[in-house]
């Protein structure tokens, strides 16, 4: 007696129905993810402005509490090691060999906590070949301008309020054809109380125009 066994299969229709289902509920998620994503990189990149400026206020601790005496790391590598310059802070940063990576190294400073993951060629510096990260090694920028004058962080008036790292550029925020990247756009501070909050390119220029 012969049987005839039943096999059980997905026609093509059925196939063609799940996968849009599953490609549509994909369509559907992919904004959640990718919001999702992109506050774990603004995380890590106010984790690492923190742990640097703890890596400073340590350095200080040492050193009667002056700022580490070197120039920011995008500084020092477009001036190098020129110091044909008439204007003071350039002339000490093409005169110092290193910058200020090389001071924070031994408090904890390591190569990681410089690449911000949002670090990227953003507008108006399209032309720039490479991050900022992959031109200096950091994607902070460092008030130099103040360390290298001698300033110690007591120095700062409103430690609260006055800025002594950030982001280079807008990482976080900011991105489509039809903002303004000075208003819109968004960058991580460190202030000198180490606390880490993000803020508009005005606003830190406000900021930084705060201090004498």
Known sequence: MNKHRVVNA?????????????????????????????????????????????????????????????????????????TDFSEPLLYLTGLIPYDVRALLKPYGGTNTLYRCPLDHIVPPNDNQKGTDFELCGSSYWYDDKHALAGFKLSSYPVPSANVMMSDYDFYHLG????????????????????????????KRTEFLDSIP
């Open 10 to 82: 997905f026609t093509i229709v059925e196939l063609l129905i799940v996968i849009s289902i599953i490609a549509i509920v994909y369509a559907l998620l992919l904004p959640v993810i990718n919001s999702v994503r992109r506050a774990s990189q603004v995380s890590v990149c106010a984790s690492n402005l923190r742990q640097l400026g703890v890596a400073i206020t340590m350095y200080a601790a040492d050193w009667d509490g002056g700022m580490p005496f070197a120039p920011d790391p995008l500084s020092k590598w477009a001036t190098g090691d020129r």
């Open 175 to 202: 991105f489509g054809d039809n903002i303004n990247l000075f208003t819109e756009g968004t960058t991580n501070l460190l202030f000198v109380d180490l606390h880490v909050k993000p803020s508009s390119w005005q």
